[in-house]
T-cell receptor, first 115, second 113 residues
Framework: DSGVTQTPKHLITATGQRVTLRCSPR?????VYWYQQSLDQGLQFLIQ???????AKGNILERFSAQQFPDLHSELNLSSLELGDSALYFC??????????????FGPGTRLTVL | LAKTTQPISMDSYEGQEVNITCSHNNIATNDYITWYQQFPSQGPRFIIQ?????VTNEVASLFIPADRKSSTLSLPRVSLSDTAVYYC??????????????WGLGTSLGVNP
């Protein structure tokens, strides 16, 4: 158990809909990262937040947005969903700001299926 | 931005040493190299991290040549439970905006009895 929690574990929805994925980091970690993993594209970094502020951005679509709240939990909002958005979405957390040198602890993931 | 290249897959047998090499020709001066292990439907797990030369822990060793354009993860005496995908990650070690954490596609390691 990494200490990172994600809800829900599974999510099935239809095209065009909007969903929210939630992540609680490990106690004491200030950075939260979101990743998307689909079968054909490996692990794709989406976005990082540190202590409530956006710090790094990867290949995140404009239909996707995220935020980190004062209690440090984070939410990833996916809107106008398409079939291709079906994937595993992982949240990770680390202590500090320097993502590469900090150890990232990953949650169990949310499996999103868009029908 | 440092892009990484790893073999797509490798096969080995129990008890053998496995070496997985990652190429990162465009690595920046302040980039660190980190390896993660991922089992199916689970999040990746940290294995080892280094900047130069050699790093060893209880799980693996990481070899980084002087030019730092590649790195090799070495797993001694693998077992069936080492069957997983291994990712090489290269990213900035300094704080700052717009850093990107670039993951390789990963190497799928199969360990046979």
């Amino acid at each position: 158990d990494s200490g990172v929690t994600q809800t829900p574990k599974h999510l099935i929805t239809a095209t065009g809909q909007r969903v929210t994925l939630r992540c609680s980091p490990r106690s004491g970690d200030l950075s939260v990262y979101w990743y998307q993993q689909s079968l054909d594209q490996g692990l794709q970094f989406l976005i990082q937040y540190y202590n409530g502020e956006e710090r790094a951005k990867g290949n995140i679509l404009e239909r996707f947005s995220a935020q980190q709240f004062p209690d440090l939990h984070s939410e990833l909002n996916l809107s106008s969903l398409e079939l291709g958005d079906s994937a595993l979405y992982f949240c990770a957390s680390s202590v500090g700001l320097a993502g590469s040198t900090d150890t990232q602890y990953f949650g169990p993931g949310t499996r999103l299926t868009v029908l | 931005l440092a892009k990484t290249t790893q073999p797509i897959s490798m096969d080995s047998y129990e008890g053998q040493e496995v070496n997985i090499t990652c190429s990162h020709n465009n690595i920046a001066t302040n980039d660190y190299i980190t390896w993660y292990q991922q089992f199916p439907s689970q999040g990746p797990r940290f294995i080892i991290q280094g900047y130069k030369t050699k790093v060893t822990n209880e799980v693996a060793s990481l070899f980084i040549p002087a030019d730092r354009k590649s790195s090799t993860l070495s797993l001694p005496r693998v077992s069936l439970s080492d069957t997983a995908v291994y990712y090489c990650l290269v990213g900035a070690g300094n704080a700052g905006n717009n850093r990107k954490l670039i993951w390789g596609l990963g190497t799928s390691l199969g360990v046979n009895p």
